[in-house]
């Protein structure tokens, strides 16, 4: 582990494969158990700060990826009031992770995990079934933070959910399936999509093949998990 002063209200921790082995634990595990990964965090801010500079601060902390592990930034709160732009950007830079992760898994999954890939084999068989009546709607938010608010409104059963990254600006890709949702109840929700962002006429593979993917699905569930 190597620790940096960037300046006097960041850290920078580079946290080596062999630092995690050593704990116990694994990316993809500290990413699954948002508890843990706090733990996990505290315990190498602690170890970390020897001068206190930072224990006894509020501070914000930031993953990124890099080829030889994972870049841990430790920032204090009272930097961001400093720098306004340092949220929007460490929201890109957890995000850009994010996708690394949940890619990096879903390639190394095995049949260990039959149910939840079947799981997954079903919503993708059923989005691909032309037989199978579906709706999709595309929504765009003015940010980030209005996508977290609705992903934490809406319901997820019987819709499939995609995030992407289009232009500079964020676009979710919603999947209603007739077996679930009749059009009273897809206008229903709708309408509280439409209360953090906007239903628009962008064709959905305008956003597959010009976007790029953040939460390829589930992008309900997944932001409710990692940012609850």
Do not use: C, W
């Not at 020897?50 to 501070?59: A, L, Q």
């Not at 830079?93 to 949940?102: A, I, V, W």
């Amino acid at each position: 582990m190597k620790v940096n002063h960037l300046n006097e209200d960041t850290l920078q921790v580079m946290i080596y494969p062999e630092d995690l082995a050593a704990r116990g634990t694994s990316l993809f595990d500290l990413l699954s158990h948002q508890d843990r990964m706090q733990a996990f965090f505290d315990d190498i801010l602690a170890e970390v700060d020897v001068d206190n500079e930072f224990t006894d601060e509020s501070v914000t902390f930031q993953v990124m990826q890099s080829p030889a592990g994972m870049e841990l930034l430790i920032t204090k709160n009272d930097a961001f009031n400093k720098h306004p732009e340092m949220v929007q950007a460490q929201r890109d830079q957890l995000m850009k992770f994010l996708q690394h992760e949940l890619k990096d898994h879903d390639d190394l999954s095995t049949t260990d995990e039959a149910s939840e890939t079947e799981e997954t084999d079903e919503v993708t068989a059923a989005l691909n079934d032309p037989l199978i009546g579906k709706q999709s709607y595309v929504i765009k938010f003015a940010d980030f933070e209005d996508f977290l608010s609705a992903a934490k409104t809406m319901a997820s059963g019987d819709v499939e959910s995609s995030l992407y990254q289009y232009q500079n600006q964020y676009y979710l890709l919603v999947t209603f399936f007739a077996e679930g949702f009749t059009k009273e109840l897809i206008e229903d929700q709708l309408g509280v999509l439409n209360e953090f962002g906007t239903v628009v006429p962008l064709n959905e593979f305008v956003l597959q093949e010009h976007g790029v993917v953040i939460m390829p699905e589930a992008a309900f569930e997944l932001a409710r998990h990692y940012f609850n």
